[in-house]
């Protein structure tokens, strides 16, 4: 098994907030991927994928354990319902990946350039984003424990209708974020380089945000209260 993970069962940090646990990722000796295109369903242990285009491949359903995928094209991959598990995706980029009610536990996903992700109705557990730019990624009505965000810019993201718990936020820039029906719990958002709320901002009940923050949120919070500010 690859996985170890670091942290304990969230540990708590400062303002009462219990931290995300980190995955801690050591992949065995890996097989390099052959080529033959993914299969709906299929079972991938132990694997190399590196700079394979992957475009419009179909791995519904598939299962990945123990995988490397690394400068892979990704767009239009249809991956809905499959499970990546103790895996490291590196420098991945795509339009239009499907991962609809995928599984994502104990993954680390660096440097990626990916742009109308789609994640509703995934689970991720133990996934650490770093680095690299996610433009509209759909988060709507997926589970998110033990995730942290860090050095990424994520625009627009929609977490509308999600579950959010122990999540972190750590030098990422979250831009134009919709937090529309989603439940926070220990959510940490201090962390962030930049915080844009479009929409939900009454969801925020389970986060924990700096000062700056809240002076930066003000007028969004007040006219989701309904106070007229002037002068």
Known sequence: MARRTVGGAGAVRGAGVRGARRPDLRLPVLERYEGGGLEPDGDYDGLEFREVDLSGED???????????????????????????????????????????????????????????????????RVLVRGGKIDFL?????????VVFEGCVLVE???????????????????????????????????????????????LAGAVISTGQLLDLAPVLAGELGIRVEG
Request: hydrophobic fraction near 40%; charge should be negative; aromatic fraction near 4%.
């Open 157 to 203: 993201p929609d977490f509308g209708g999600a579950r959010l718990e122990r999540v972190e936020f750590v030098d990422c820039a979250l831009k134009g974020a919709d937090l529309s029906g989603a439940t926070l719990t220990d959510v940490d958002l201090r962390g962030a380089a930049s915080l844009e709320i479009a929409r939900g901002v009454d969801r």
């Open 138 to 146: 759909n988060l709507r009505s997926a589970w998110l424990r033990d």
């Open 59 to 125: 791995g519904a359903g598939a299962r990945f354990m123990d995988c490397a995928v690394t400068g892979c094209a990704l767009d239009e991959t249809r991956l809905s319902r499959a499970r990546v598990l103790d895996s490291v995706l590196a420098e991945v980029r795509g339009v239009g990946t499907d991962l609809a009610g995928a599984t994502l536990r104990d993954v680390e996903l660096t440097d990626a350039r990916l742009g109308g992700t789609q994640l509703h109705g995934a689970g991720l557990e």
